[in-house]
């Protein structure tokens, strides 16, 4: 049975979303695919396992592309063969969770990561 969380989008629906919602993705082949760049391979790993628990806590799954210093990130309701509301939903969730830093958008209680070479972990956008 389908929800109406499972419509399937058009391209047209999707690109406009991704530039109004989440300009740092973009629709290619039928997926909507996001490149993450790490540091390194600590933060690699960090940066997947991040998606993966909030892809897990969701209950949809994306793929993923690693190697040392990347994370793509690629998502699509394969129940629904297209994009759909919980491929923008996860996306989104993922965006605002690795992309957060601290000492940008909160008070004074948490200053985030030094501005050092040796603690950098993610290439922040």
């Not at 039928?30 to 390194?40: D, L, V």
């Not at 949809?60 to 759909?84: C, E, M, N, Q, R």
């Not at 030094?114 to 290439?123: E, I, M, Q, T, V």
Request: hydrophobic share 40%; aromatic share 12%; charged share 25%.
């Amino acid at each position: 049975m389908n929800k109406p969380s499972d419509k399937v989008l058009t391209p047209e629906e999707i690109e406009q979303r991704l530039s109004q919602e989440l300009p740092h993705w973009y629709f290619e082949n039928g997926w909507i695919r996001r490149k993450y760049r790490t540091s390194g391979w600590k933060a690699t790993l960090m940066v997947v396992n991040t998606i993966g628990h909030l892809a897990e806590a969701a209950w949809h799954h994306p793929d993923l592309s690693i190697s040392y210093a990347f994370v793509i990130v690629k998502l699509v309701t394969h129940s629904a063969k297209g994009i759909t509301e919980k491929d923008f939903a996860l996306a989104k969730k993922i965006e605002s969770v690795i992309q957060w830093q601290p000492a940008l958008t909160d008070t004074d209680i948490l200053e985030g990561t030094p501005d050092d070479p040796r603690f950098k972990y993610l290439k922040y956008d």
